[in-house]
């Protein structure tokens, strides 16, 4: 496996892989690598001639200063990880390399990128699109590997791709979570022992209300999601919504969509910690 600092470095090497008639496969990355991201690479080795994992925590989509502080930077534990994968090349550039000038492109794609994550978050989609757009023309891949934990970005990105007019194929990856149901995620780092405890509360309360749902209305599957949540202590939802998975708008009836998910985002712990996931109740 061979790490690259440089655009121009990567492009030299993946040039000869194209002239070979390797098809490429890219799965961008933050770093703080866990089995979720694991999962996406192994996938990607499988399904392409050679395999790409950028390594690039991008200050563009926080709008927190504290929240890019704190995340988690472990650049050598993630190369070994990917090794193990089977990656064949990690792009970890400088911010500098990636925005040798700022970036003022605005990407905006209502109503998708503008309700839940876009409206708590903004400017964060854009720079979701800032660097995505950026990593897709770096390397030109075949298909490019997203996990359904970000569920919302997955949505942006197609609809990024359209706007670039890019050929690239989107391939969405199961959320991979722990044996008592937390979603895998670079934050869960940052949990304390005991708000580590208390966090698969989200899935559990989510998980349950999918039987709920069959017998109750859109609007008491909500409430009694956020109830059943608010009522552990060190867990508050900032956000639930009940929405059509293609266009990201509210439901308010089950008969409203074929495709029908639950986006939560909850505030874990003293810090806190801003925690995501979802549950697909139709479709």
Not at 10 to 37: D, S, W, Y
Not at 103 to 120: L, N
Not at 264 to 279: A, E, N, Q, S
């Amino acid at each position: 496996m061979k790490v690259f600092n440089k655009i121009v470095d990567l492009q030299n090497e993946l040039f000869m892989c194209r002239k070979e008639g390797k098809e490429i496969g890219l799965v961008p990355t933050m770093g703080a690598l866990h089995e979720g991201h694991a999962s996406l690479v192994k996938r990607s080795v499988k399904e392409n001639g050679v395999t790409v994992v950028s390594v690039f925590l991008n200050p563009t989509q926080f709008n927190d200063q504290g929240d890019l502080d704190r995340y988690p930077r472990t650049l050598d534990a993630d190369c070994k990880l990917l090794e193990a994968c089977g990656a064949d090349y990690v792009f970890a550039p400088s911010v500098k390399e990636v925005y040798p000038t700022p970036d003022t492109r605005h990407f905006e794609f209502p109503p998708v990128s503008t309700v839940m994550e876009g409206a708590k978050r903004p400017g964060h989609f854009n720079g979701v699109c800032q660097v995505v757009s950026r990593l897709f023309y770096i390397v030109r891949p075949t298909r490019a590997y997203f996990g359904e934990k970000d569920w919302q970005q997955i949505a942006v990105i197609k609809q990024l791709v359209k706007y670039i007019n890019s050929d690239v194929q989107i391939v969405e990856c199961p959320i991979v979570r722990d044996e008592d149901g937390l979603a895998k995620s670079s934050r869960n780092t940052l949990l304390a022992p005991d708000e580590r405890a208390i966090a698969p509360n989200i899935y559990k309360a989510l998980k349950e209300s999918v039987e709920y749902a069959k017998t109750h209305t859109v609007q008491e599957t909500h409430d009694k999601v956020v109830a059943d949540i608010n009522a552990v202590e060190g867990l508050e939802v900032e956000y639930f919504q009940i929405v059509d998975g293609d266009s990201l708008q509210d439901v308010s009836s089950w008969e409203d969509s074929a495709y029908v998910v639950g986006c939560i985002t909850v505030y874990c712990g003293k810090t806190p910690i801003r925690l995501i996931d979802h549950i697909k109740y139709k479709g």
